[in-house]
């Protein structure tokens, strides 16, 4: 997959057939969609190309509204794309300028002379330019004057995204991460900076790597302890396994939230490296413990717990 961040310096496609959206999650909704672009790419000896946005475009057009957390960060997208064997993906800066260019513009300059589209596989509910005004309607009236040929994405596949979409945020948000692998059809995973701690995990026996996320737009999984696997780049650590736990620790007098990955069986200074971490099962809700001795006896419980699920 080439991915695109200039459009003033993309190549011309062969036959393309295009699609645009968000595609946060990649999750199984979503495929059944890119498996109709290839069907058709494959029909006309075409390539397939995604046009998605950077940032979110409700970051832009609902700013003032309740902030919008991201299943995937743009490189996590980028990296599930890559599997799934698209051609092309464009990535558009999404701007107060882009979002106000009227339809037939966004239709005449945007795709047309841009893309020089074949086919434009889209939503019947997919609204572009000012004030959402074009639509599925409006692309069917100009493609015989363009010379393109439109696919509407049938509906239920559409209400399969949107409802996965929202299910996931859910069901990461409540710790189910069981629910959000069925509808992902992965480990729900996020990057974190090892940061300095309070370093009170090591006088127990337990000493823990702090996160911070590094985007800030990334969707947090719900409190509670994990077992999880880790990645560290730059030791070409790929799945070590341990536990992790997201929440205020009362049992220290937390009151901050926090993320704190306990690895297994691991030694190495690792403040400032990029850990990724996947969940790979819920195993309990955080807990105010009666002191530092109980905290230690549960923490005990969870590795074994942990290692367990990690079998």
Known sequence: MKVHYNIQHLPLFRNAV???????????????????????????????????FDPHPRQIVAKDKSP????????????????????????????????????????SNFLVNTFHPHTIIIGYDHRFGKGRSGDYHLLEDK???????VKEIPVYM???VTISSTKIREAIL?????????????????SGIVTKGNQLGRTIGYPTANLQITNED????????????IKIEKLKIKNSGGMMNIGVRPTVDGTKRAIEVNIFDFDYDIYGETLTITLKKYLRSEVNFNGLDAL????????????????
């Open 18 to 52: 295009i699609t645009i959206g968000t595609f946060d999650g990649l999750h199984n909704g979503h495929r059944k969609i890119i498996e109709l672009m290839q069907s058709e790419a494959a029909r006309v000896n075409g390539e397939t190309v995604i046009i998605t």
């Open 68 to 107: 919008l957390f991201l299943i995937n960060t743009l490189q996590e997208k980028i990296a599930l794309l890559e599997k799934v064997r698209i051609d092309h993906l464009v990535v558009i800066p999404f701007t107060e300028e882009f979002a106000n260019q009227t339809a037939e513009v966004y239709i």
């Open 218 to 229: 990334k969707l947090v999984p719900g409190n509670g302890v994990y077992a999880v696997t």
């Open 158 to 160: 559409l209400e399969d």
């Open 296 to 311: 230690k006896t549960q923490l005990a419980l969870d590795k074994i717990a942990a290692i367990a699920a990690l079998k």
């Open 143 to 149: 493609a015989s004057q363009y010379n393109y040929v």
């Open 174 to 190: 409540q710790g189910d991460i069981d629910a959000a692998r069925n509808f992902l059809g992965y480990d729900y995973f996020f």
